[in-house]
């Protein structure tokens, strides 16, 4: 398996931009590079935790449970249950990514996939109770059930034009 354009293309897009802010500020090039490793060991364990959980779920979960469950074959009740789990997980959208990607490629739908990640990114089930207490129970409640189904929306549409 060789290395991906796109791969190729966003990695020499950092590199010249990398250049390029060096050769307009050293020092603010340097403390972005800090803020940036910083945030990188800050997500390790995320990163390593979903590593693990895509071996057991690999090891654990045939394809054909994957396909059947998350596949097309699912049906909107395969998109709601993953648009559940992404709103229910507290886990950074960037690190969904891998996760996603392995899902697809044991047979999900690309619609699932992208139920998962929207809900993980627009609904907030573990934040809903400081939100409650920032912007009351109504609209805390109301912001989360309409993110909920437009990002089921999305995932819809996503589907569709991607299938």
């Known amino acids: 398996m060789g290395i ?3 791969a190729i293309v966003i990695n020499l897009f950092v590199l010249v931009s990398l250049i390029a802010s060096f ?12 803020i940036a490793i910083k945030s990188f060991v800050k997500m390790m364990p995320y990163i390593i935790i979903i590593i693990l959980f895509i071996g057991i779920m690999q090891g654990f979960l045939s394809k054909e449970i994957i396909t059947q469950y998350l596949g097309k074959s699912s049906g909107f009740g395969g998109v709601i249950f993953a648009g559940i789990v992404g709103a229910i997980l507290y886990i950074p959208s960037l690190v969904s990514f891998p996760l996603v990607a392995s899902l697809i490629e044991s047979g999900a739908s690309v619609m699932v996939a992208a139920a998962f990640i929207t809900t993980l990114t627009m609904v ?4 809903l109770p400081l939100e409650i207490k ?7 409640i109301l912001r989360n059930l309409f993110s909920f189904i437009i990002a089921l929306i999305i995932a819809v549409i996503v589907g569709m034009i991607l299938a």
């Open 4 to 6: 991906s354009l796109p």
């Open 23 to 34: 050769s307009k500020s050293k020092e603010k090039s340097l403390q972005g590079l800090r």
């Open 124 to 127: 907030g089930f573990v934040t």
């Open 134 to 140: 920032v912007l009351g129970k109504k609209l805390a």
